[in-house]
């Protein structure tokens, strides 16, 4: 039987877990490229030789643009194309299955049972319709449960792995110092942040089958996993609770982006979210397509009440407010805690930063159009994170709302007064995460 030549269409995440779980030592398929979408600067490396498995790949794989699918599909005698980044609308994927079709290769979508892998301790996952729907302040709110309890959780977060692969193949951070050791993004930063400085342990990297044996047998202890995803995927883990958030923001989403409706239908329980700011029209229709496709699940209201460190400098003030990047972009969100914020405290204008933007922030405006007024804390190297530095002190305001998760004043220069947002979920009625979370120990979890 002839190997069967494949393309991974990817995005530095689901596609090198799909690799590593179904192809990389299946002497039946040769995979002969990845693509990149979605992140600046993955495209033009390798998946080196020794994560792609030096026996069937001792020269690593190259990873190319998306843009080339075509061309590398004819070019390197392509039979099929395995469809594996999220966040994206089905009209997209199926235009992408089209073109791959079109060139003459199968396309493909792998799911759960192909690539999930089986932990020893109980584990409990969160993910979403979108990005941005509020994933990781669930989290958070779930691993305070268990402390209450005494249950001792690691988290291990999807995968964002933007520099050296082999250096990032497991990552454990326990501190803020160790953001610095592991040279994180913003974007990383982002999702480590907010666990270590609660004194939780959370795991990322690209091995996800070394990273769960690691977080297991965790120094600190371990009695649950609790996976932390990443834009709307489905875990990486066989779950024994599955807990998908929804946004009334953008309803109708639940059932049109791709893999998001797969969270959904897969949740044990649904939390909608934002429901201090979003409409009683789209909260219905969220609470209506919940009970179509998933009338067992539990559902739990939620809002995402909003805190300031300094509002005197919002109110009447010219303001720009910094959002969570990846919300902006492939999230589509044009609304975020920062612009609740801004409003909620009397800012007298939103000024628009895309005239002072440069380099890679400008590139960043280009690509998503949609972003508007808003700034995303766009972060994935270091000299996105300069060009990020520059348009904030290029943009004239008086003050600037950061509504990032972390302290982006530790990562950047800020010539300005600066008023920090913070959010968490706060549940609303019954059912709550206190309850949820004492049915889940006494069930899973043996001490």
Request: charged content about 25%; aromatic content about 8%; glycine content about 8%.
């Amino acid at each position: 039987m002839a190997k069967k030549n494949v393309i991974i269409i990817g995005a530095a995440g689901r596609d090198f877990h799909n690799f590593n779980t179904y192809y990389r030592h299946n002497p039946n398929y040769n995979v002969v490229a990845f693509t990149a979408a979605q992140i600046p600067d993955i495209a033009g490396r390798k998946y080196p030789k020794e994560l792609a498995g030096e026996d069937l790949y001792p020269n690593g794989i190259p990873i190319y643009d998306q843009k080339d699918l075509e061309k590398l599909i004819k070019d390197l005698n392509v039979d099929e194309c395995v469809f594996a980044y999220s966040d994206i609308e089905y009209r997209d994927i199926m235009n992408i299955a089209a073109m791959v079709n079109t060139a003459g290769a199968n396309f493909v979508l792998l799911g759960p049972k192909a690539t999930s892998i089986k932990s020893t301790k109980p584990v409990i996952a969160v993910g979403a319709i979108r990005t941005g729907c509020g994933k990781s302040q669930t989290s958070r709110r779930i691993i305070e449960a268990f402390m209450e309890l005494g249950i001792k959780v690691v988290a291990v977060r999807h995968p964002m792995p933007y520099g050296d692969l082999n250096a990032q193949r497991v990552q454990r951070f326990a501190t803020v110092e160790d953001l610095k050791k592991h040279n994180c993004t913003i974007e990383e930063m982002e999702e480590y942040e907010p666990h270590v400085v609660r004194g939780n342990v959370i795991y990322s990297g690209v091995d996800y089958e070394e990273i769960l044996r690691a977080a297991e047998n965790d120094p600190n202890g371990c009695d649950v996993i609790l996976w932390d995803g990443g834009n709307n995927d489905f875990s990486f883990y066989e779950t024994d609770m599955m807990v998908t958030v929804v946004d009334p923001h953008r309803a109708g989403h639940e059932l049109s982006y791709y893999p998001g409706e797969t969270t959904l239908r897969l949740a044990d329980v649904v939390v909608i979210n934002k429901i201090d700011t979003a409409s009683p029209e789209g909260i219905q229709e969220v609470r209506d397509n919940i009970n179509k496709v998933n009338p067992n699940a539990i559902v739990v209201d939620a809002a995402s009440p909003i805190a300031v460190d300094k509002p005197e400098l919002i109110k009447g003030k010219k303001v720009l407010v910094v959002e969570d990047g990846p919300t902006l972009t492939h999230g589509d969100m044009t609304i975020g805690a920062g612009t609740v914020a801004a409003k909620k405290y009397g800012a007298a204008e939103y000024v628009d930063p895309r005239p002072y933007t440069v380099g890679k922030l400008t590139t960043t405006f280009e690509t998503y159009p949609g972003i508007g007024k808003l700034l995303p804390a766009m972060g994935y190297g270091a000299e996105q994170i300069a060009d990020l530095e520059k348009t904030i002190a290029n943009t004239p305001c008086d003050t600037v709302v950061i509504a990032t998760p972390i302290d982006l004043s530790r990562v950047v220069k800020i010539n300005k007064p600066t008023a920090k947002v913070e959010y968490e979920l706060q549940e609303i009625g019954q059912p709550d995460f206190k309850s949820i979370i004492k049915d889940f120990v006494a069930k899973y979890v043996k001490k």
